[in-house]
């Protein structure tokens, strides 16, 4: 099997930590109906790839098997943000395979986490919802939920390319990280809308990078700004999003 290594993953301080543990534990909670995961935004720049990385670390620290997907086949960041280092040989991803130009075992990469798998994106492409509305994205998604505990699924922002929307129908629930104070509610209820329509159930939302100061108790949180993660299962995820308040 391939093999690479995130070099440059974020030191995280102890409420972090201790935010994405809670947000992982509450993910085990949803079942095992829910293996294939999307983690999406409404717009760019609101952590969801951080996201994505730090729940397959975790749930990997917690003895389950956990692949992540690169899916944000036109703007993906994580190699060069997380300086990944790839192993001997040629260095291929999802755009490869989905243009019929591997197999999976080729895009299917052992990471230096232990029980974590990673998918990479290859190259970027501008003809991105062909290659994801292929066959072979629902194949690669059923084959890889065959093999481990979770699949992850790191989007594009669900609230700029039609790509997520189309990610979706290929998974069990999604995710929706939310910066704090740079997405409007009607904004957010249309993309939980968008989501819901190809099928996928809105897992809940995570509110990230929230400053110190929006806390009374700052004392607890420590010095430093971090995120404040919000992990809903099904039953709570209603209740939720009524706050938001739906379309008339």
Avoid: W
Avoid at 63 to 68: D, I
Avoid at 92 to 104: E, F, P, R, W
Avoid at 158 to 185: F, P, Q, T
């Amino acid at each position: 099997m391939k093999t690479l290594a995130f070099t440059n993953f974020p030191v995280l301080d102890y409420a972090a930590t201790e935010a994405i543990n809670t947000l992982c534990t509450n993910l085990t909670f949803t079942g095992s109906d829910y293996k294939r995961i999307m983690i999406t935004s409404v717009s760019s720049s609101e952590g969801k790839s951080f996201l994505s990385l730090e729940i397959m670390r975790t749930l990997a620290s917690l003895g389950k098997y956990v692949a992540l997907v690169d899916a944000d086949l036109r703007r993906s960041m994580i190699d060069v943000r997380y300086r990944v280092r790839y192993g001997e040989g040629e260095k291929l991803g999802i755009t490869h395979y989905l243009a019929g130009k591997c197999q999976i075992d080729d895009v299917f990469y052992a990471t230096d986490i232990m029980r974590a798998f990673f998918v990479p994106v290859g190259y970027a492409v501008s003809n991105s919802l062909a290659l994801l509305s292929s066959p072979r994205f629902q194949s690669l998604m059923d084959q890889l939920a065959q093999q481990v505990d979770y699949v992850l699924v790191d989007a594009p922002p669900i609230g700029m390319i039609v790509d997520a929307s189309e990610i979706a129908k290929s998974c069990d629930g999604a995710l929706l990280a939310v910066g704090y104070n740079m997405v409007r509610r009607r904004e957010l209820v249309d993309a939980r809308q968008q989501i819901e329509r190809s099928g996928c159930t809105v897992l809940g939302t995570v509110l990230n990078n929230i400053p110190l100061n929006a806390y009374h108790n700052k004392k607890y949180l420590g010095r430093y700004y971090y995120s404040n993660y919000k992990a809903h299962d099904k039953a709570n995820y209603k209740a939720n999003y009524s706050r938001l308040g739906d379309p008339e």
